[in-house]
């Protein structure tokens, strides 16, 4: 191919015609009341969250702490949904305070949630290694876990109520050692709702011949339309999605449909995401779809750095 350096295309364009104006009249988005401050060795909590700059997931924490306050003063509710990482990285005292404290209004998570939740509360211990367990077959086969949702859904067929709920009643009943830090041991001492949104076969109990997955359905279906209810309710609150990638991201779409669909607007609603990584459908289900005339927003970390941050900023608002 032959150069043709008359044709306009190849030739550099002519810089001097550029047009320029004064930094003076550009819009920006960084000065100095923006930036970090320098808090002091045994600065207060206060001194260390208001030193944080005033940029991306920092400002997002600052602005759901602030949604947190404000609904919890106004009697709006406050609804938390959660992975199981959640509670296997050391965070479910922190939702437990916050049920405890009145803030959170209502819990809801996956099946895995509720196995590590109940396992953490009985035996001081859950999470087992699964590439270990695997390669002999004994991942998820220990007796005693099984056995306590049996007994779970047993007594949800003859009280009529969710699986979260009865799971929260049988830690009580049992008096289970280490309760204090069960979510749902918490929510069923507040009396507040506690929903689990199972899917069949993802769960290690559904491995087990004494565990109906009639009965786990029927359970789980009881909590969805409790979410149901709590969603219409949700205008002017807030909902927290924490770790759930998949399933509560697609619950929450589903109930805040059924919400709307009988009439409530849900404008004034807060959304938000907290997870390590960023995935599709929090971001349209949780942050994007529901929220349009409200706010969604996205703080990306671990939660065992994120929640506590978090609930310290929210303790923050509501002494101020």
Not at 68 to 87: E, K, S, Y
Request: net charge neutral.
């Amino acid at each position: 191919m032959t150069d043709q350096p008359n044709d306009p295309k190849y030739l550099p364009v002519d810089l001097s015609a550029v047009r320029t104006y004064s930094q003076a009249k550009r819009q920006t988005k960084v000065d100095p009341a923006s930036v970090a401050g320098l808090p002091a060795a045994g600065a207060t909590t206060r001194e260390l969250l208001d030193s944080l700059p005033d940029f991306l997931a920092a400002r997002h924490l600052r602005q759901l702490a602030d949604a947190i306050a404000t609904a919890h003063r106004a009697g709006r509710p406050v609804g938390f949904a959660f992975g199981a990482h959640v509670v296997k990285v050391g965070c479910s005292p922190i939702v437990c305070d916050l049920i405890e404290r009145g803030v959170i209004s209502a819990v809801a998570t996956n099946g895995a949630g509720a196995i590590h939740d109940l396992e953490l509360a009985m035996f001081g211990a859950t999470s087992e290694d699964v590439a270990a367990n695997l390669a002999d077959g004994s991942f998820g086969m220990v007796a005693e876990t099984p056995a306590a949702f049996a007994e779970i859904l047993a007594a949800a067929k003859r009280n009529g109520r969710g699986l979260g709920r009865n799971v929260g009643e049988f830690l009580l009943a049992k008096a289970a050692p280490h309760a204090k830090q069960s979510i749902f041991a918490a929510a069923a001492r507040a009396g507040i709702p506690a929903a689990v949104s199972t899917a069949i076969g993802t769960d290690t109990i559904h491995m087990h011949p004494n565990v109906d997955p009639a009965e786990v359905g029927r359970a789980s279906g009881v909590d969805f339309r409790i979410l149901c209810r709590f969603a219409c309710d949700l205008d002017g609150g807030v909902w927290i999605n924490a770790g759930s990638a998949v399933i509560m991201p697609e619950v929450f779409l589903k109930v805040i449909t059924v919400a709307r669909n009988l009439g409530h607007a849900l404008d004034g609603l807060t959304t938000a995401n907290l997870d390590m990584i960023r995935h599709y459908r929090p971001g349209v289900n949780v942050t994007g779809r529901p929220v349009a005339a409200g706010r969604g927003l996205t703080i990306t970390g671990h939660h065992e750095i994120l929640l506590p941050l978090l609930r310290m900023a929210v303790l923050e608002r509501l002494a101020r």
